[in-house]
């Protein structure tokens, strides 16, 4: 049994090769399917829009808000103002890549506001209401195979990615006693339109492929399946882990 409402912390903004809205959009539809009340928050007004248009046509409906997770305050009282929740998940992301050494501030700045402090704000609030409910709840966050091992140019981004899931540990171990399990999932590459565009180079997607023992690319629906289990009654036992969806790429 799945929760039978979602908060959804959708995409806020990524690089090309870091793309989350085909995540965000699969697991959103995917929740909705399985007949969940789902909010989904994102900055992108065009997202949420097209995102609700396509559930609205498999009969489903999404509630849309849109807010900058950045902005702690605007967040904040968004979500307090909606229904409690039984199950949230923290998929908003900012990738910005390069070498560690071109690492700006802004760049620093950005990447946790978004990859780690606006987790801590987002679940403050919904794991609020799920104590004062009473009824125990949910949070699955989407980490990154980053936070596991070493990518070249991912400095700033696994970083954040390794915070967020000693984050989900410490989130495990306190809200444990609430009835709320908290766990990530750690996606490879996921293979979307995006991610083409983002690996023009046919010999370093090829490099990428070349590590994954099964010999692919995740698609949208590895990481939402993940995400499901981890959400449902399926998962009762399963708190505080980072579940690596990566073909096998963090074994080898």
């Not at 370093?204 to 698609?219: D, N, Q, V």
């Amino acid at each position: 049994m799945l929760p039978s409402s979602v908060a959804y912390s959708y995409v806020h903004k990524e690089q090309p090769n870091e793309n989350k809205t085909g995540i965000g959009r699969e697991v959103s539809l995917s929740l909705a399917r399985c007949g969940a009340q789902v909010v989904a928050l994102s900055r992108t007004q065009h997202h949420l829009d097209t995102l609700v248009a396509e559930a609205r046509a498999e009969g489903f409906s999404i509630t849309p808000l849109c807010v900058d997770v950045a902005d702690w305050a605007r967040t904040r009282q968004l979500l307090a103002g909606q229904p409690p929740f039984d199950g949230l998940v923290n998929n908003a992301g900012i990738a910005c890549l390069g070498h560690f050494s071109s690492a700006t501030k802004d760049d620093v700045d950005k990447s946790f506001e978004v990859n780690l402090k606006a987790v801590i704000n987002i679940s403050q609030v919904v794991s609020d209401g799920m104590i004062k409910s009473g009824k125990g709840g949910s949070i699955v966050n989407v980490s990154s195979q980053t936070a596991m091992v070493a990518i070249p140019n991912h400095a700033v981004y696994s970083a954040t990615k390794g915070g967020l899931d000693q984050l989900s540990r410490a989130m495990a171990l306190e809200l444990g006693p609430h009835n709320i399990r908290t766990n990530c999932v750690n996606p490879t590459v996921v293979w979307t339109d995006m991610t083409k565009k983002g690996w023009p180079d046919p010999d370093k997607l090829a490099a990428m492929i070349s590590k994954i023992p099964l010999g692919k690319l995740a698609e949208t629906t590895d990481v939402a399946n993940a995400v499901l289990f981890l959400l449902s009654d399926k998962a009762a036992m399963v708190n505080g882990v980072s579940l690596p969806v990566d073909g096998g790429f963090t074994a080898t």
